[in-house]
């Protein structure tokens, strides 16, 4: 009898994760679409970016892709109006040169809530 209420409680929170996944209710999709990792590079011109998809309940969203230091490497979105997009990027900095190797983090912030993704460029 002792160990009824332990596996009612597992099964509970098991239950309640598969209903509500973690960063469910913040309303936020950022997701990599296409092309992960990629080259900037690449002969072929499909395999020369990667696609970012995103959707959000309200406007305002900026998408920033920053460095695994955490340097802020591009601005994609800059408080769209959009709700939803895809958005091709290219592998280059605010300057428009090549970024390196790497992990990079795309992040989406919208009001107080944010999510991010990692993205690899590999040459």
């Given at each position: 009898?002792?160990?009824?209420?332990?596996?009612?409680?597992?099964?509970?929170?098991?239950?309640?994760?598969?209903?509500?996944?973690?960063?469910?209710?913040?309303?936020?999709?950022?997701?990599?679409?296409?092309?992960?990792?990629?080259?900037?590079?690449?002969?072929?011109?499909?395999?020369?970016?990667?696609e970012i998809r995103y959707e959000v309940k309200e406007e305002g969203?900026?998408?920033?892709?920053?460095?695994?230091?955490?340097?802020?490497?591009?601005?994609?979105?800059?408080?769209?109006?959009?709700?939803?997009?895809?958005?091709?990027?290219?592998?280059?900095?605010?300057k428009g040169e090549v970024v390196g190797n790497g992990v990079y983090l795309v992040n989406l912030?919208?009001?107080?809530?944010?999510?991010?993704?990692?993205?690899?460029?590999?040459?």
């Amino acid at each position: 009898m002792g160990n009824l209420g332990k596996v009612i409680f597992c099964t509970l929170l098991v239950v309640t994760l598969l209903a509500f996944p973690l960063g469910a209710g913040n309303g936020i999709v950022l997701r990599i679409e296409w092309n992960n990792p990629f080259n900037p590079e690449a002969s072929d011109a499909q395999d020369q970016y990667t696609e970012i998809r995103y959707e959000v309940k309200e406007e305002g969203a900026t998408i920033r892709i920053y460095s695994i230091n955490g340097e802020l490497v591009k601005t994609l979105e800059e408080d769209s109006t959009k709700k939803k997009d895809t958005i091709k990027w290219y592998g280059k900095n605010d300057k428009g040169e090549v970024v390196g190797n790497g992990v990079y983090l795309v992040n989406l912030k919208i009001d107080k809530s944010s999510k991010t993704v990692k993205v690899v460029v590999l040459k």
